[in-house]
């Protein structure tokens, strides 16, 4: 997966409580086990009229959000069923950033297996991200994880805690699979010692 270092971007606000998986990518786009094209479903029953016409209402078919990389949200987000489809729909439509006061653990975990970083920040914090985000495009966030930081458009900053471990993968761009990889030579010599004593 892409490594995620600093995120400049602007943050487009949802102002909505307990969003689900169902919310973030409903049931008949999870037909496929691909991880692109996802992104056109994304809020698909908030982004569309019943025709399919855009909703202008809703923020991310606003001018100034199309091109959000980040999302400030409401509290719980990501409840609901486990689909991992959440997660890429999110990235496929290029949010790599999810800010909330709590999310679901499934929702929270899949994130990272994917790229994405989700940072939990104190109510007080969030509602300071939720008045930058509203300022629409003049206004960009800038995400380091490294530092831990989110510098907002007048130069303030919040410190924001990850898991040292996510942290780590989200860095260096390793999924699960890549993290076993790097474990490669111990798990060789591992084998190895096996062969010798007949256990192999």
């Known amino acids: 997966m892409d490594k995620f270092t600093t995120l400049e971007g602007v943050a487009a606000p949802m102002r909505i409580i307990n969003v689900d998986t169902d919310r973030i990518i409903p049931k008949q786009y999870l037909k496929t086990i691909k991880r692109t094209g996802l992104g056109k479903g994304l809020f698909s029953e908030m982004r569309y009229r019943d025709d399919g016409s855009e909703n202008p209402d809703f923020v991310l078919n606003k001018p100034a959000y199309r091109q959000s990389k980040i999302l400030v949200c409401g509290d719980n987000f990501g409840c609901g069923s486990s689909r991992e489809h959440a997660p890429w729909a999110l990235a496929d439509f290029g949010i790599r950033c999810v800010i909330s006061t709590s999310f679901a653990d499934i929702f929270f975990n899949n994130c ?55 942290k780590h993968s989200l860095l260096n761009g390793l999924d699960e699979i890549g993290l076993t990889m790097q474990r490669g030579p111990a798990i060789d010599g591992y084998e190895a010692r096996l062969a010798e004593r007949g256990w192999a």
């Open 112 to 166: 990272a297996k994917n790229g994405i970083l989700a940072i939990v920040v104190s109510p007080e914090d969030l509602e300071k991200l939720f008045e930058d985000a509203e300022r629409g495009s003049n206004a960009t966030l800038t995400v380091d994880l490294a530092a831990q930081t989110i510098k907002g458009p007048d130069g303030g900053t919040l410190h924001f805690d990850i898991d040292e471990g996510r």
